[in-house]
Every structure is written in C-alpha cells, then in structure tokens.
Nanobody, 124 residues
Framework: QVQLVESGGGLVQPGGSLRLSCATSGFTLGGYTIRWFRQAPGKEREGISCISRANGNTYYADSVKGRFTISRDNAENTVYLQMNSLKPEDTAVYYC?????????????????WGQGTQVTVSS
C-alpha cells in the first residue's frame, strides 16, 4: 500500500533550521510528483515546494524561496525539505503529498496520497 510518513518537525528559534523528511513506500518515488504543503490555524493550506515527476524540476512559493530546498533520495524512498532562516510565520503543520499523475501546478485536490503532517513551531 502507498504510505507517506513525515518526520523532523519540532520547536525551533527564529533563524534556525530544520529538515523535514517524508518517507514513502508502496510506489516508485521517481515516478511521482511530490509537493509540500503547510497549514497554520485559521489560514488556507499553502503549497510551498514541489518536485515534478515530469522532469524533476523544483518549485517554491515566494514565501519560502531562497530559504527552503526540496530534494529526494530515490534509493531511500525519501523526500526532504530543508528549511533555513526560519521565521515565526513559518509556524504550521507541514504535509507531504504525492501523485503519479499530478504536476506541480495542480491544486491540492489532485494529490491522492498524503502524510499525516508534522508540526513546526518557530518561536523564541
């Protein structure tokens, strides 16, 4: 069965770094588009980064560009989100999502497989 499990969240001070992991199983990672989303209380779910199944290109929302980096290790079936220079406004639950047909510009509803989410809190 297809499974995605996020880990690596926690409490970090402003300016600090975290690396989130999305461990996958049940499918060939390289054939799937993987997109990271986040959602803060009272706010819409926001797509923040993506790696495309079509060509492997990566994409970032303006809010995280230059600070976050998405990568994948196909041998380990894991996708990573390196988060640097964290700000309080980065506080949210972070989710990874996968789909074998969706592309990075597709909406969240196009992604069939989701992890459970991991909490990131940026506070002094």
């Amino acid at each position: 069965q297809v499974q995605l499990v996020e880990s690596g969240g926690g409490l970090v001070q402003p300016g600090g770094s975290l690396r989130l992991s999305c461990a996958t199983s049940g499918f060939t990672l390289g054939g799937y588009t993987i997109r990271w989303f986040r959602q803060a209380p009272g706010k819409e779910r926001e797509g923040i980064s993506c790696i495309s199944r079509a060509n492997g290109n990566t994409y970032y929302a303006d809010s995280v560009k230059g600070r976050f980096t998405i990568s994948r290790d196909n041998a380990e079936n894991t996708v990573y989100l390196q988060m640097n220079s964290l700000k309080p406004e980065d506080t949210a639950v972070y989710y990874c999502a996968a789909d074998g047909a969706a592309l990075c510009f597709h909406s969240a509803k196009s992604y069939n497989y989701w992890g459970q989410g991991t909490q990131v809190t940026v506070s002094s």
